[in-house]
């Protein structure tokens, strides 16, 4: 059996984590094996979450800062990938309680992959899928992800680096050409009114998402580049990404799924999505 991909997608408030979690439950119903990777998750197979990204020099660097117990702890974590190391502090910090000095800790987080150069990134994080690929051939699970396929290298190209929609619509074709042998299905979750599900997700949220997030989508890339600013201006970069991410769908090879979440019934919305995994998952 060809190992199953799941990939879950859409603007933030239009349901994607509430749609992962219904697809997991729906493989599961189905009497199938299923692994469910949310945004953010530290342990994702084909992702970065927390992890630094470090070359030779910047690693010794960073062991320089350490304490001789930190470097210690520094060197048995780190893993060496195509000459570069990966610390994966997050997942140091909140499973294994490990605390690195400030200068340690700012230094890392200068390096995280997701504050690497654009092109740096997609070099790095493309390298990961292809891993994950290879090790996820032979297996008979179905692999359920939120988010990671197109939301972050839209969010590191257009979001962050102002990079050109071509530039970025290559980057999700790249790892699309990666993930083919998984025969993977795409459930792009829509909301029709945009800034009405956002306005909605940040009511629902606490205060230092919104901050958070309003800060990221105005202060760089291209929310700075058209001087947009506050809530209303992030709806506009929303709006930009949204007709983005249109275009990047009508270019990719992977099954797509599009699916009006307009109603937040949760009843409707787990029957229509177990008729659509249950019918893919049947191929």
Known sequence: MTTKLILVEGLPGSGKSTTAQL???????????????????????ADYEGTACLTEAQYEQLRSLCTGEEADLVRRHATIHDGDFFLPYRQMEE?????LSALAAEFIHKHDVYELPFTKN???IAAKWRRFVEEAADSQTIYVFECCFIQNPVTVGMIKYDAPSNDVIAYVQQLDRIIAPLDPLLLYV??????????????????????GFIDYYTKQGYGA???YHGLDGTIEVLKARAQLEEEMLGQLGVTIVIIDNSTFDRE??????????????AD
């Not at 697809?23 to 197979?45: A, I, N, Q, S, Y």
């Not at 499973?95 to 605390?99: C, F, I, P, T, Y």
């Not at 829509?190 to 901050?211: G, I, M, N």
């Open 95 to 99: 499973q294994l309680g490990v605390r």
């Open 225 to 227: 580049a058209h001087d």
């Open 268 to 281: 409707l919305h787990k029957e229509r999505i177990a008729r659509i995994v249950a019918d893919y998952l």
């Open 23 to 45: 697809v997991m439950d729906c493989v599961k119903e189905l009497g199938r094996e299923g692994r469910l990777f949310m945004e953010g998750d530290v342990l994702h197979p």
């Open 190 to 211: 829509k909301q029709p009114d945009l800034a009405h599900s956002f306005r909605k997700a940040v009511e629902e949220r606490p205060t230092d998402w919104r901050d």
């Open 122 to 124: 997609e070099h790095v």
